[in-house]
């Protein structure tokens, strides 16, 4: 069997590790002190029991996190390397890279990290996409407004989460997000503020009306397969903050096929060689999909699991045999419809003292999972990105629409039991 390295997690993402250890693989577990805190229940720790970890002070040092993956590599050869948290994907795909371990190619993550590279590639290969710009100040997003009109979204060249994307409408908002840049950014979570650089480094694209999308696809090195075709539920007031996933997003298969062949010209072109990639698109009612953004690593938060009860899939598994070149199973479509809602307060509040620690026991039933922390006197903060999420539930149903109206429902049930307002 193989011996893997995983650089980094966080809890959701102890799925994979234990999915390698099913498989049969040996696994080191890099991480830093910091991620502890992903990992104090019961079965973070029974995983962790499973694995040789190794600590170092942080991945954002370059060279030390290579020196970490070297001698780990020299005493006891690492056949792969791989991570699914977000926050670590590009540095430790370098270090691997410069200790020639079998990884996602960092060339590759590079590009996709970086919006405005990322484009320039496209715009090389012949690939159609958004009007779009790094600017570093209001004045040069002003300038493009004038050639390119409003609505317009402004957001960061690198970031997570939707964290600092917002909407403009005029040059009055321009100003008002720049000049409101520094303090948005001081009040992001510490532990992935460093992820979000802002000098010189904030785009500036048209918006197109559409609904969010996103696809996930499989680079292997028997070729590229997509997985599932995802609609994206966004915050009515604020279309920055995703509220959950609708798998599959769409019955209309020639939608279906049209985001899948965008999607594999846009990976083929980073030169993506390896693992499962994220890629978000807005599709209108031309239905032309125009990318969003590529994540360079496998769908966040609970997504592998909603994924697994629309397809009865393990993404995990998958994830590991494309790591080491070795073939996954036929990808067929989803079987069921699901839906997911992410539950975040619509505005600051304060939760009842008399709400019943046994509120949802009333409504669990109807849901295939869920995993909400609303409690009585909790202090909820307005949700401006997904770091803010109070959990979410997922829901099955016969059809999209049908997943759909389940989980609306069930989230207005939520709202008006704990008194709390929720984004909807």
Excluded at 114 to 127: E, M, N, S, T
Excluded at 359 to 377: F, K, L, N, T
Aim: aromatic letters at 6%.
């Amino acid at each position: 069997m193989a011996h893997l390295l995983f650089g980094g997690s966080n809890r959701a993402g102890l799925a994979a590790i234990d999915s390698a250890l099913d498989l049969g693989h040996h696994v080191t577990f890099l991480m830093t002190p910091g991620m502890g805190a992903f990992f104090r229940d019961a079965p973070a720790q029974r995983t962790l029991s499973r694995v040789r970890i190794v600590e170092l002070a942080t991945f954002r040092d370059v060279d030390l996190l290579t020196q970490a993956v070297a001698r780990i590599h020299a005493a006891d050869h690492v056949d792969a390397a791989l991570t699914v948290f977000d926050a670590v994907v590009q540095p430790f795909a370098e270090a691997c890279a410069r200790c020639q371990i079998r990884a996602t190619s960092a060339r590759a993550i590079a590009l996709a990290r970086d919006k405005a590279q990322c484009r320039d590639r496209l715009r090389q290969h012949g690939i159609a996409q958004l009007p779009s710009r790094r600017v570093a100040t209001p004045e040069q997003a002003c300038q493009f407004a004038q050639e390119h009109g409003f609505p317009l979204i402004l957001k960061p060249n690198s970031g997570l989460a939707s964290m600092l994307v917002q909407r403009v409408d005029s040059e009055r908002q321009i100003h008002a997000y720049f000049a409101d840049l520094a303090q948005a950014h001081a009040h992001i979570p510490e532990a992935v503020q460093e992820n979000i650089e802002l000098r010189d480094s904030i785009i500036v694209e048209r918006y197109v009306a559409g609904d969010l999308y996103s696809v996930e696809a499989a680079v292997t090195a028997q070729g590229t397969h997509c997985l599932v075709l995802s609609r994206r539920k966004r915050d009515s007031l604020n279309d920055a903050i995703e509220l959950g996933s609708t798998m599959p997003g769409t019955t209309d298969e020639a939608v279906i096929q049209r985001a899948y062949a965008y999607v594999t010209d846009i990976l083929s072109a980073l030169g993506m060689d390896r693992g499962i990639f994220h890629v978000e698109l807005i599709i209108g009612e031309d239905a032309i999909p125009h990318l969003v953004e590529v994540n360079p690593r496998l769908m966040g938060g609970t997504s592998p699991s909603l994924y697994n009860l629309a397809s009865g899939r393990n993404v995990f598994e998958d994830l590991v045999h494309i790591h080491l070149d070795a073939p996954i199973a036929e990808v067929r479509a989803p079987r069921h419809a699901v839906a997911s809602r992410v539950i975040g307060a619509a505005r600051d509040w304060v939760v009842r003292d008399d709400l019943p620690p046994d509120w949802i026991d009333g409504i669990a039933c109807e849901m295939a999972y869920h995993g909400i922390q609303i409690s009585q006197g909790q202090t909820l903060p307005r949700m401006t990105h997904n770091y803010h999420s109070l959990g979410q539930f997922q829901v099955r149903a016969q059809t999209p629409q049908e997943a759909d109206i389940k989980a609306d429902r069930l989230l207005e049930q939520i709202s008006r039991i704990t008194g709390v307002p929720l984004c909807h």
